[in-house]
């Protein structure tokens, strides 16, 4: 059946290092959203994308973020330099309506 | 702004009833339910689109009162399987249109024993 996957499930990584999180959506959902999770701070929205176009990135520190859509089928988060307080379960999700949230990564930064 | 849930967190035995509550201080377009289970992904339930509606999943309820602009999530007769994490998402009411930018509640988390 379909469903959003997220790779990788896990990453340990040290300080300074650049991470990337990838997602497939489900096919033919042309919403992905990208979510960060907790236990301070809750499920808070990065970034989402309509039709490969950015939307809204408002919830994503700049200066080392960023999120892309090279194809319909991939999009990707990349963390460059990594911190401590990155460390943290990324979601991504897809749909319009009903969101249908992958497995996550699970980012710990030493 | 983060909408606020309330309890935080409640503990049920088998069978009995329960109800969470999301409150935000925005209009808004639509209220959405989701509930995680420990170590998963948040799984949608339903979403409430206009004031005064309500929506069942199996036998949980929702109602969304757009004036006050809360919504509550009814359990009813809880099951093992409800245990987990609900979350509320808000979407805010813009010129009109929904943007679908959710905005997530705090969480309530749901423990129900047998």
């Known amino acids: 059946d379909a469903r959003v996957t997220q790779t990788p499930r896990h990453k340990v990584t040290e300080m300074g290092q650049e991470v990337t999180m990838r997602c497939q959506p489900i096919?033919?959902?042309?919403?992905v959203f990208w979510y960060r999770q907790t236990m301070m701070q809750g499920l808070e929205l990065l970034a989402y994308?309509?039709?490969?176009?950015?939307?809204?990135d408002s919830g994503m520190p700049k200066d080392r973020f960023s999120a892309e859509m090279p194809d319909a089928t991939l999009a990707t988060l990349k963390i460059q330099p990594s911190e401590p307080r990155d460390s943290a379960v990324y979601f991504c999700a897809s749909g319009l309506g009903q969101q249908f949230f992958g497995p996550g990564t699970r980012l710990t930064v030493l | 702004q983060q909408p606020v849930q309330s309890p935080q967190a409640v503990i049920l035995r088998e069978g009995e009833d329960a109800v969470i509550n999301c409150s935000s201080s925005?209009?808004?377009?639509?209220v959405h339910w989701y509930r995680q289970k420990h170590g998963e992904a948040p799984v949608f339930l339903m979403i409430?689109?206009?004031g005064g509606e309500q929506m069942r999943h199996e036998k949980i309820s929702a109602s969304f009162n757009e004036k006050k602009q809360q919504s509550s999530l009814y359990l009813t007769a809880s099951q093992l399987s409800y245990s987990g994490t609900y979350f509320c998402g808000t979407e805010d009411f813009r010129w009109g249109f929904g943007n679908e930018k959710l905005t997530f509640g705090t969480g309530t988390r749901l423990t129900i024993i047998p």
């Open positions: 409430l689109l206009k």
């Open positions: 994308f309509r039709n490969r176009a950015p939307l809204d």
């Open positions: 925005k209009a808004l377009y639509s």
């Open positions: 096919l033919g959902h042309n919403t």
